[in-house]
């Protein structure tokens, strides 16, 4: 009996503290225009005193977005249109305090740039803008879609707690040409 309170204990101390550690938020925007599905990302909320210790101490910090396209189809399985994989990384240097920023898309580097400004590493790493997932030749007409992100951190800080692992959101849409 003893061990049976024990654990339901745990289990509701578990539960209780699962919505303060995943406060992070997740914003995707799909857009369509004449040739490509765009998508932008802001994950504001995940630049914190943990991640800015975690760059001061000189460990190489990566944000991955995992991005899919997919279509809805009813009663089925929804089909992969596009996928890509971004990967923003931040490489501190404690001697010249400066950063190097770089971005890489589906493995392949997409842009880098220097700075020392810690404004320019936020929006670096939370921010994603106008990012070309795929042709609009891939969609059809008048079917629903939604673009689903999961954002991983490195390296990882609140490692014990198995609820801290990548955040996961989708935004829905309608290709109407």
Not at 47 to 59: A, C, F, K
């Amino acid at each position: 009996m003893r061990r049976r309170r024990f654990f339901a204990g745990v289990a509701l101390i578990v539960l209780a503290s699962w919505t303060p550690l995943r406060a992070e938020s997740l914003r995707i925007i799909p857009l369509v225009n004449d040739k490509h599905v765009l998508v932008t990302l802001e994950m504001s909320e995940a630049w914190g005193e943990d991640v800015r210790e975690v760059i001061e101490s000189g460990l190489r910090t990566t944000f991955t977005y995992d991005l899919e396209l997919r279509m809805v189809v009813p009663g089925w399985v929804d089909r992969t249109v596009a996928t890509a994989v971004i990967s923003l990384v931040d490489e501190y240097d404690n001697l010249t305090r400066r950063h190097r920023l770089t971005r890489l898309v589906d493995g392949r580097t997409d842009e880098a740039i220097v700075t020392e400004d810690e404004a320019v590493v936020q929006r670096w790493l939370t921010t994603i803008s106008r990012l070309p997932l795929c042709s609009v030749k891939k969609l059809e007409r008048n079917r629903d879609y939604y673009v689903r992100v999961r954002v991983r951190k490195k390296p990882q800080r609140d490692f014990p707690f198995p609820w801290s692992g990548p955040i996961t959101a989708q935004a829905k849409f309608t290709f109407i040409p």
